[in-house]
C-alpha cells in the first residue's frame, strides 16, 4: 500500500503543527473541543494512516496554533466575543460567590470564540446546594457524572444561557460548573497559558472574581463593572 502523499511531504514536528493548524481551525470554526478536533485533523490530513498516533499534538502545541488562526482571522471579530463572554461568566460568578467560583478554560485564556462556552469550578462542599440555587434561581440544568476527575470533584452541572443580541456568539451559550472539593484549591492549576505576550491573568489557569475582574477593567473597555 502506498503510503499517504501529505504523510510522506510533512513528518515528525512538521507534522504534529500541520495536524495542530488543522485542529486549530476546527476549533475556531466549528467549536469542537481538542479531543475531537485532534481525531478530525488527523482524519483530514491523513485518512485512516495507521501511524496517525504518532502524529497526534499535545493541547499546548493545538492552544499555540489556534491562537495564531485567531491573529489571523479573526482579529475583527474575536476580542469582542471573548470580551462578552468574560462579562457573562463575572456576571454568573458574582451569583454564585458563596460557592467560591474560578473561571478556567478558553474565556479565560483568551482563546474563546463565538461558540464557545463557559466554564466555572466552584469549591464548594455540597454540590446539593449548588443545585438548590439554580433552581431557586428558575435556572434549569442538567447533571452528568465528574468522570476521571471524581476524585476531586463532586459533580458537572451545565446549562445554556441566552446570549446578548449583536454580540456575536452562539444564540446560546453553553455554561458548566464542575463542583469540586474545596481542597482542590491547594493544587495548583492545570493548563497554565505560557505565552509571555498575555495578561497575568490569563496565564494563571484559574481566576476568582476579583481577577476577572481585573482582567476586565485591563483589557476590555467596557471594564469589569459592566454587564452583558
Keep these: 500500500m502506498s503510503e499517504n502523499p501529505v504523510r510522506s511531504a510533512v513528518r515528525g514536528d512538521d507534522l504534529k503543527t500541520a495536524v495542530a493548524a488543522s485542529a486549530a481551525r476546527w476549533i475556531a470554526e466549528e467549536g469542537c473541543d481538542y479531543a475531537t478536533a485532534k481525531r478530525r485533523a488527523v482524519r483530514e490530513l491523513l485518512g485512516e494512516a495507521a501511524g496517525a498516533l504518532g502524529a497526534m499534538p499535545d493541547n499546548a502545541l493545538v492552544e499555540s496554533e489556534l491562537r495564531r488562526y485567531l491573529r489571523l482571522f479573526a482579529a475583527d471579530s474575536q476580542p469582542a466575543q471573548l470580551a462578552t463572554l468574560r462579562r457573562l461568566a463575572l456576571?454568573?460568578?458574582?451569583?454564585?460567590?458563596?460557592?467560591?467560583?474560578?473561571?478556567?478554560?478558553?474565556?479565560?485564556?483568551?482563546?474563546?470564540?463565538?461558540?464557545?462556552?463557559?466554564?466555572?469550578?466552584?469549591?464548594?462542599?455540597?454540590a446539593k446546594d449548588v443545585e438548590i440555587f439554580l433552581l431557586n434561581q428558575s435556572q434549569s440544568f442538567d447533571v452528568r457524572d465528574a468522570g476521571p476527575n471524581a476524585e476531586t470533584t463532586q459533580e458537572v452541572l451545565e446549562f445554556l444561557v441566552r446570549a446578548p443580541q449583536d454580540s456575536g456568539l452562539d444564540s446560546a451559550v453553553g455554561v458548566t460548573l464542575s463542583v469540586m472539593d474545596p481542597v482542590a484549591l491547594r493544587v495548583a492549576p492545570a493548563g497554565r497559558a505560557k505565552d509571555p505576550d498575555l495578561h497575568p491573568v490569563e496565564r494563571a489557569g484559574r481566576a476568582n472574581v476579583s481577577m476577572v475582574e481585573r482582567l476586565?477593567?485591563?483589557?476590555?473597555p467596557q471594564g469589569g463593572g459592566s454587564t452583558v
Design 91 to 126: 456576571r454568573w460568578m458574582r451569583r454564585l460567590h458563596e460557592f467560591n467560583p474560578h473561571l478556567v478554560g478558553a474565556v479565560l485564556n483568551g482563546t474563546a470564540t463565538g461558540h464557545s462556552g463557559i466554564h466555572l469550578n466552584l469549591y464548594t462542599d455540597s
Design 216 to 220: 476586565l477593567a485591563e483589557t476590555d
